[in-house]
DNA sequence: TACGTCAAACCGGACA
DNA sequence: TGTCCGGTTTGACGTA
């Protein structure tokens, strides 16, 4: 019984892995060729308080860091081997990267969210072509039952003494195989039910 | 130039 | 109190 898509051994179903894997990063940063050539904003600014430099005064407008692929890369290579850091590797991380504890913090987060959101597509993905496969054996089974449907109710297909019966609660045909099995169906019957 | 996408950054709530 | 998470905002960038 193929319950799986035809293609199953294909797909590479990941669910029970916690979190990620199955799909390396590996066209992250560099993707589709986008260049990250504009760096000036990546440099860890020298002052030692730059966080609060954003929220001083008027509130200027965000300044938006682009990491460089090196940045990227590492960061990546990190998060590989770990999907949270704590705050010894953080700081060790920013301070390897040029970048603030702040910054290595956020990246994890929005990168565990990514990783997050592909594994929820990958999973959707499966159980779409599951359904598909559930509901075109579904139709089998229909098509089956109207079949026997039928030779139950023309009388030159099936003879006086055969001994199909049917299960009231599933609608499917069974044969017996010796006489003593065409037994009453109330006999018959909760024995049925326990298969069932 | 408008629009869509991606990712950095932020916000507020939950939790240990 | 620090960290995480889900949701959101926002800026950079590619493309039609």
Known sequence: MAILPENSSNLDLTISVPGFSSSPPSDEGSGGGREQLKLDMNRLPSSEDDEELSHGGSAPPRKKLRLTREQSRLLEDSFRQNHTLNPKQ??????????RPRQIEV?????????K????EMECEYLKRWFGSLTEQNH??????????????????VTSTSSLTMCPRCERVTTAASPSMAAP????????????
């Open 90 to 99: 953080k700081e060790a991380l920013a301070k390897h990267l040029m970048l």
């Open 107 to 115: 990246w994890f987060q929005n990168r565990r969210a990514r990783s």
């Open 117 to 120: 959101l592909k594994q929820t």
């Open 140 to 157: 089998r089974l229909h098509r089956e039952v109207e079949e026997l449907r039928a030779m139950k109710v023309a009388p030159s297909t």
């Open 185 to 196: 169906a109330k006999k018959a019957l909760p024995l049925k039910e326990r298969e069932h």
